[in-house]
């Protein structure tokens, strides 16, 4: 049996991921700062390794005896500023790269579509510029780390890069949209913002990096997307599978966009950057997306979008009407 090395295990991604890895013969090392909650534990049979990959001596002993990396390991911000984001989305993908050069083994990194500038206008694809200048941090930072990865390729690293869009679904570790739902479900009714994006059922990216694993092609980028829908509409779904009226009220983003600075300074002081201008922006650029590369070459096919709201609410314990 092979051995795969998952960085970022812990994650919402990594416990979808590491059970199709187990499941489909490879022996699975996860790799993360520290192991999940019982309540979220690895799989049987999933080796944990405590460390970072900020630590090049750490990397290098839980890559020891691998025969290929799947990197996970990153930080979602919407902060103007967030240096550990930032060296985390940079610096690591940079460091893994390396190291699988090193190794002479295959590397499949998990960038994202933020990475790609998706102001651009149009269908966004694999070949939309990577963010730049003007960019919100996170995106800047995920570009960086991709361009790490395809400097290392260039250097003869056998590399895949999937970059998945919105990720949501089971089972729920509090991200953010996945909190939204949840809240709608049991009966907040609170404004939300106008505006849109393209959300993936995390088990679909799962199951697309598995594949690319082992027949993507090296050097190629797959856009791992799913169904285009408003935010409102997203969270009413969870409202009416819910057995409750859906949400009404999105207040437009125009509206929104004076205050966004002021959520984000409240935001700070309470912890959370649901409502700040990369926030509005994210959801202002709302993109179409085309997902035919890995639709012909690693066979993704996204499922309903009213399927992976219903099982997120079945996972959390909220009983579904349909």
């Known amino acids: 049996m092979k051995r795969v090395l998952v960085t970022g295990g812990g994650g919402h991604l990594g416990l979808n991921l590491l059970p199709r890895l187990a499941a489909a013969g490879w022996q699975v090392r996860a790799m993360g700062p520290h192991?999940?909650?019982?309540?979220?534990?690895?799989?049987?049979?999933?080796?944990?390794v405590t460390g970072s990959v900020l630590d090049p001596r750490q990397l290098h002993e839980a890559m020891e005896d691998c025969d290929a990396v799947v990197h996970l390991a990153a930080r979602v911000t919407l902060?103007?500023?967030?240096?550990?984001?930032?060296?985390?989305?940079?610096?690591?993908?940079?460091?893994?790269?390396?190291?699988?050069?090193?190794?002479?083994?295959?590397?499949?990194?998990?960038?994202?579509?933020?990475?790609?500038?998706?102001?651009?206008?149009?269908?966004?694809?694999?070949?939309?510029?990577?963010?730049?200048?003007?960019?919100?941090?996170?995106?800047?930072?995920?570009?960086?780390?991709?361009?790490?990865?395809?400097?290392?390729a260039a250097r003869g690293l056998?590399?895949?890069?999937?970059?998945?869009t919105g990720i949501i679904g089971p089972v729920d570790h509090g991200s953010r949209v996945n909190s939204l739902i949840l809240a709608a479900a049991r009966g907040r009714r609170t404004a939300t913002l106008a505006g849109g994006f393209d959300w993936v059922d995390v088990r679909d990216v799962a199951a697309g990096i598995a594949v690319a694993l082992d027949w993507g092609r090296s050097g190629r980028s797959y856009l791992l997307s799913g169904i285009r829908a408003q935010l409102v509409t997203v969270m009413s779904l969870g409202a009416v599978l819910a057995g409750r009226p859906p949400l009404r009220l999105a207040l437009p983003l125009?509206?929104?966009?004076?205050?966004?600075?002021?959520?984000?300074?409240?935001?700070?002081?309470?912890?959370?950057d649901v409502f700040t201008p990369a926030t509005l922006g994210a959801l202002a650029d709302n993109p179409a997306v085309s997902s035919r590369r890995a639709r012909e070459e690693l066979g993704l096919l996204p499922r309903p979008l009213a399927m992976t709201v219903r099982d997120l609410l079945n996972s959390a314990g909220i009983e579904t009407v349909a």
């Not at 550990?84 to 790269?97: D, S, Y």
């Not at 960019?135 to 960086?144: M, Q």
């Not at 300074?265 to 959370?272: I, Q, Y």
């Open 35 to 48: 192991p999940p909650g019982s309540d979220a534990a690895p799989p049987v049979g999933v080796e944990w």
């Open 158 to 164: 056998d590399a895949v890069i999937c970059l998945p």
């Open 254 to 272: 125009e509206w929104a966009r004076p205050l966004a600075p002021l959520g984000e300074a409240v935001g700070s002081r309470l912890g959370t």
């Open 79 to 152: 902060w103007r500023r967030d240096p550990a984001a930032w060296q985390l989305n940079t610096r690591g993908p940079a460091l893994v790269a390396a190291e699988a050069r090193r190794r002479g083994i295959r590397m499949v990194h998990c960038s994202s579509i933020h990475a790609l500038d998706c102001s651009t206008g149009g269908v966004i694809t694999e070949t939309t510029p990577l963010a730049g200048a003007g960019r919100p941090l996170y995106d800047r930072s995920k570009a960086v780390g991709q361009r790490a990865v395809l400097a290392e």
